[in-house]
């Protein structure tokens, strides 16, 4: 008994461990994106910003940005109206490993040129 629990216990700490990681992106390579916000969700456990980007041929692709929780980006001066849907942004950040159109974010510039403090972390 007091076995299982243990295992158990390792099972659950090693899956909360692996989802604070960045095992899912390619951190060997930032890319950068410049967009128009389709959505912004200010919430936990990530945030996220969804975004559009025009390839080549003009045609629009939807990218998710994850950043870290709206707990960690409060005390940085980011809220729910820090980004606007159809505010024009430039993200920064290491793209799915899997060929998804998401990326972790590690930089959120406005077309002013300011640039929204993330700071790292998960």
């Known amino acids: ?7 158990l216990f390792f099972l659950l700490a090693g899956s909360a461990a692996a989802h604070h990681g960045l095992a899912a992106f390619d951190t060997t390579a930032p890319v950068t994106f410049h967009g128009t916000v389709t959505d912004f969700h200010f919430v936990n ?3 996220v910003v969804e975004f559009d ?22 005390p940085k001066g980011w809220n729910e109206s820090s980004i606007q849907t159809g505010d024009r942004i430039t993200v920064t950040g290491f793209r799915a490993k899997n060929s998804a159109p998401s990326l972790w974010a590690t930089k959120v510039v406005l077309a002013n040129g300011e640039e929204l403090k993330i700071n790292g972390g998960n």
């Open 45 to 47: 456990p990530h945030c």
């Open 53 to 74: 980007v025009k390839d080549d041929k003009g045609e629009a692709r939807n990218w998710k940005a994850e950043l870290t929780s709206a707990n960690h980006l409060a």
């Open 1 to 7: 008994m007091k076995n299982s629990f243990l295992a």
